[in-house]
C-alpha cells in the first residue's frame, strides 16, 4: 500500500516572502526571438517575447506571481487563504501552482470546452477545478460562480484578472521594459507591438511601459476573426485560439488607448503555429501562431522595415489534443501559407556577463 502523506504544511508568512522570491528567479526575463522570414515577396523580421519559458510555461505567470506578490503586501492574501479564480486555462494553472508553492487552496472555475491538457495540469498541482458548461453560462459564469463561492467560503482571495490592475502593472513592470531593453540591444526602437487579448493585461501594460519611457509605439490589440468580440462589444461566434477573446470586454482594457484591432483566423494562427514547430523548432501554441500573422499585418502597415513586436504566449503542449494536432484545412485568404520562415535569432533578458 501507498504510504498515505501528509497535507503539505502551510507556508509560515516568512517563508511566503521567501518563496515569491524563489519563484521570482523562475519568471519573467524571458529571450526575445527575432524571427526573420518572407511574406509575399517581403524579407521582414518579427520579435517575439518567448514567453512558454516561464515557470508554468505561459505568459500568466507574471501576472500571477505580480498578483499574489501585490496581495501578500497589502495584506488581502493571508496565509492560508483560498485562492478562487475563474480563467480559461494558463491563469489556472499559474496560481495553482504558485498557490501550491505559498500554502494556499486553490479553487479554478473554468469553461469545460478548454482542452485536456489545461485541465489535467491544473490538476497535478493539486487545486480543484469546477468546469462550466455552455449551457451554466461557460466564461461568464465560470466569473460569476467565483464570486458566489467567495462569499460562501470567507477567507478567500479573488484575484480577479480581467478588472485587476496588478495585471496591468505586471506587463507595465516586467514585459514592457524588458522588451524595450532587448530591441535597444539589437539597436532597435519599437515602431508598434501586437498581442491577442484575453485580460488585455499583456497590451495594456505593454502600452503603458512604451508611454513612461516616451516611446509613440502603437499597440494593437488582436481578435479571432471568427469572433471579434472586441470590434463588436459582445460574444460573437466560436474560435479556437484558446486564451484570448473570453466572450466579453475585459475591465482593464481601454481600447481608446490603442491602435486599431488586429483579427486572424483561428485556422490560419493554427497553421502558423505548426510552422514555427515543423520549420524552426518554436513549439509554440496557437495565440502564438496568431500574433505571429497578426505582426505581419502591422508591418504591411508600418512598412516592412518596421520593428514589430509580439508574444508567444505559451508553447504546443496543452494543446496536443486539439486541432493543433490535427491536420488544418487550407481557406481562402489565409496568411501562413504565403509565409517562408528563413530563421532566427534570440537575444537574452540579460547579456551573459
Ligand atoms: N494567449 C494565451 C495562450 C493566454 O493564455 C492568454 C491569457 N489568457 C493570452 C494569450 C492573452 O493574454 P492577456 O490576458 O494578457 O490579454
Redesign the pocket.
Known sequence: MTPHRAAPLVAPADARTRRLAGLKAMVGDTPLVSVRLRYRGHECRVHAKAEYLNLTG???DR?ALHICRTAIEQGALGPRDTIVEA?????GISFAAFGAALGHPVVIFMPDWMSEERKAVIRSFGADIRLVSREAGGFLGSIANAETLAGELGRVFLPR?FDNQA?VQA?ALSTGPELIAQLARLGLEPDAFV?????????M?VAAAFAARGLGARVHPLEPAESPTLSTGHKVGRHR????S?EFI?GILRLDALAPVIRVSDGDAILMAQKLARELGLGV????GANLLGALQVLEREGWDATVAT?F??DNKKYLSTDLARSEPILAGFMSPDVELLDFETTLARPLG
Do not use: E, F, L, R
Open positions: 505561459s505568459i500568466k501576472m480563467t480559461s486555462g494558463n491563469t484578472q495585471n506587463h498581442a491577442g487579448v484575453g485580460t488585455g493585461g499583456t497590451v501594460g485560439i484558446q486564451g484570448v473570453d475585459p501554441g496557437i495565440s502564438s508574444i504566449c505559451d
